[in-house]
């Protein structure tokens, strides 16, 4: 049995109770009388719970229906502790003000039986997003649905300051176990005793050591050689490859933290690279740091910034086939909507507050694949105009791990591209450098400090 447990006010940031207010407010802007919540991560956001019910994602098999007077959650009740129910205040207490926020609790199997109750017992129109079932959808007449996006899709996606602050610590914290692994590579690399599946369950092991750790937030792609070339390998026994001095070694990770949610891509080779590898390596970085470098107005959609992160590969004559960023949850889904980077013209306006992936790359098949992902952070900036009072928006990274120098071309890098990767590197010996040599990991500090040393 997968318990449910509490996400605690120092991780939230904000009470169940007052997203429920939140949500109500919500539903006056639309007319609508109640709203149906479907989509897992929404559910484990609104009443500040997790669960692992899902492999990776901290969600719990649940349904939520909230209306101007009542809550009610779906949800086998064999889950849940003594503190879960005091948590969602399903009991009586003195406070008969609050009664309209406190949780009513149904079997999971009992949603579409509400549902229908709820079409023939209530007035108004009731909000279910498409996306959920259209079992559940077909319950209710379409003239009086509500069928946009959850009003909780959007709240979640933008992060308070208690959420912000996590995400960051959980950043640094993750970027201590990626400098002790890539220390521990470099030196065993050589050796030829490493394959794929060995380095990823070192890193693992890496990761569980660390304060707050939950488990991975997504099975991690270590490709060596060709292998990195597939876009969403995972290596298994079948496919297993050795790591050597002689191919490039993509590696894709992450981990969830009970403050936050990490992503990380980096593409390193430890011994020496071919021209044409470093020129692939140098226009991905590019196009990465032209993106994180971008400002642009209040609420542009995500399919405007796209070409940032590839045109350096565009003048190459190269591309990538998958979208350049996603949403980041916070102790939540790796990847969550509805904002992201992408050709896709149906996506959300990017907003402040919100954590977006930045992750060009290039696959040369059957040969190599490079890719560089880090984390950012959308927040206002002050430029010297503010054109109709719109707003402006710019990047702060968030994710602090060094970008390989010696995979780069020098000579196809700008000054300014220069200065942000000397600026970056610079980040990333304070915050994640100052935490190693708290903990007294020499050898990954050195290593760190060698990696971030300034380009010329």
Same mark, same amino acid.
């Given at each position: ?5 509490? #996400? ?34 929404? !559910? ?8 692992? +019910? ?39 207490? +003195?406070?008969? &003000? ?12 009992? !949603? ?8 023939? *017992? &209530? ?5 279910? *997003? ?51 692994? $890539? ?28 304060? +707050? ?5 997504? %099975? ?15 290596? %298994?026994? &079948? ?11 993509l590696c894709d990770s992450g981990a969830q ?16 690279? *071919? ?5 692939? $390596? ?24 796209? *070409? ?10 190269? +591309? ?5 960023? #996603? ?7 790796? =990847? ?30 059957? %040969? ?9 952070l959308l927040k206002p900036v002050t430029l ?18 060094? !970008? ?20 970056? =590197? ?10 190693? =040599? ?19």
């Amino acid at each position: 049995m997968n318990d449910v447990f509490i #996400h605690h006010l120092k991780y939230s940031g904000q009470k169940w109770q007052d997203k429920i207010l939140v949500v109500r407010n919500k539903l006056k802007s639309k007319n609508a009388s109640a709203v149906v919540f479907t989509a897992l991560d929404e !559910i484990a956001w609104l009443f500040n719970l997790r669960g692992s +019910d899902i492999v990776y994602n901290p969600v719990f098999m649940a349904y939520a229906i909230v209306t101007d007077k009542n809550v009610c959650l779906f949800i086998d009740e064999s889950k849940l502790s003594k503190k879960i129910y005091e948590h969602l205040r399903t009991t009586g207490d +003195d406070d008969k &003000s609050s009664d309209e926020c406190r949780v009513t609790l149904r079997p999971y199997e009992d !949603i579409a039986t509400a549902v229908d109750q709820l079409a023939s *017992s &209530s007035l108004g129109k009731i909000w279910i *997003s498409s996306s959920s079932s259209a079992a559940l959808n077909t319950l209710l007449p379409k003239e009086r649905r509500v069928s946009e996006m959850s009003p909780v899709a959007k709240l979640k996606a933008i992060k308070n300051a208690v959420e912000i602050e996590g995400m960051k610590n959980a950043h640094i914290r993750d970027a201590t176990a990626l400098c002790e692994y $890539f220390c521990w590579l470099e030196k065993e690399v050589p050796k030829g005793k490493q394959t794929e599946m060995s380095a990823a369950k070192k890193l693992e092991d890496l990761r569980s050591q660390l304060e +707050d750790f939950v488990s991975l937030s997504f %099975s991690t792609i270590s490709a060596s050689g060709p292998n990195g070339a597939i876009i969403h390998y995972r290596p %298994s026994e &079948s496919t297993d490859r050795s790591l050597t001095s002689d191919e490039i070694y993509l590696c894709d990770s992450g981990a969830q933290f009970r403050d936050g949610t990490t992503d990380v891509t980096r593409t390193y080779h430890f011994g020496t690279p *071919s021209d044409f590898e470093k020129k692939c $390596f140098t226009r991905v970085v590019k196009g990465h740091v032209a993106l994180a470098k971008a400002v642009f107005p209040n609420k542009t959609k995500g399919s405007r910034l796209d *070409s940032y992160a590839r045109y350096s590969l565009w003048e190459g004559g190269l +591309d990538y086939r998958h979208g350049t960023g #996603h949403g980041v949850g916070a102790f939540l889904n790796v =990847h969550e909507g509805p904002q992201s980077i992408g050709a896709r013209t149906n996506d959300e306006p990017l907003e402040a507050g919100v954590f977006v992936s930045d992750e060009p790359g290039y696959y040369e098949d059957d %040969s190599f694949g490079v890719r560089i992902e880090s984390i950012l952070l959308l927040k206002p900036v002050t430029l010297e105009n503010n054109f109709n009072n719109i707003g402006y928006l710019g990047f702060e990274p968030v994710t602090l791990f060094p !970008i390989q120098t010696k995979m780069l071309m020098p000579s196809m890098l700008s000054p300014e591209e220069v200065n942000w990767l000397n600026d970056y =590197h610079e980040m990333c010996r304070e915050k994640v450098g100052e935490m190693l =040599h708290e903990q007294g990991k020499t050898a990954a500090y050195r290593w760190l400090m060698k990696e971030t040393e300034p380009l010329g």
